[in-house]
């Protein structure tokens, strides 16, 4: 089976850069600061129109928890039909309960809703107080894949509970090991998990090329962007892997 990577892009600058490097797939998003929100719909518009290779935008109202308002349930709705209509090949979303279960009710709205289009369950899983159930009910509510870094903050911290998800997931649905992970560290991540697709910000801050600035503001401005080196080497890895 072949390997792939999926790379973050925060702007279009970095959809490109990412593109160009070698990655198979842009989880599209706006605020790094916040872990990442829906984008705009010129975001995904230009993104959609500029990139080839496929487009899921996350589908995420706010920061913070996974715990959403009827209000905010209805947001993450439009914002998938609008994705639909930019012709997106899938969706990044999750709600959970307050009981820390997922919330099959409302996250199989959505994934019809998606309908034709994929759907990730995002790092949400994360937050799940039992990762065994929360599997099965991801697999019920029909969803392609788990983006998850183990219930750690990283994905090799957490590798170990990843390769217990993918032996209990079976083939029924695809677990992507996701934050931390980088060129050092991808080869070993495949081996401990067993993984096959794998989730990357490869991400890098770069400064301002603003002329001027106002001192008196005292901040430093830069941008996020995407290493490209980084994900040259990470395609690199796993297109050996693969061979």
Known sequence: ????????????ESCLLAQAAGANRIELCDNPGEGGTTPSYGFIKA?????????????????GDFLYTDAEFEVMKNDIKMCKQLGCDGVVTGILNKDGLVDKKRCSQLVELAYPLGVTFHRAFDRVN?????LEDVIDIGCERILTSGLQPNAI????????????ADERIIIMPGSGVRADNIVELANKTGAKEFHSSARKNIDSMMKYTNTAMNEKLQIVSVDEDDIKKMAGYLSKLTG
């Open 1 to 12: 089976m072949k390997y792939l990577l999926e790379v973050i892009g925060f702007n279009i």
């Open 47 to 63: 993104a959609r129109e500029n990139l080839h290779i496929s487009l899921f935008p996350i589908i995420r109202p706010r920061g």
């Open 130 to 134: 039992n990762p065994a159930q929360a």
């Open 157 to 168: 911290d957490g590798a170990a509970q990843i390769a217990t998800l993918i032996k209990q």
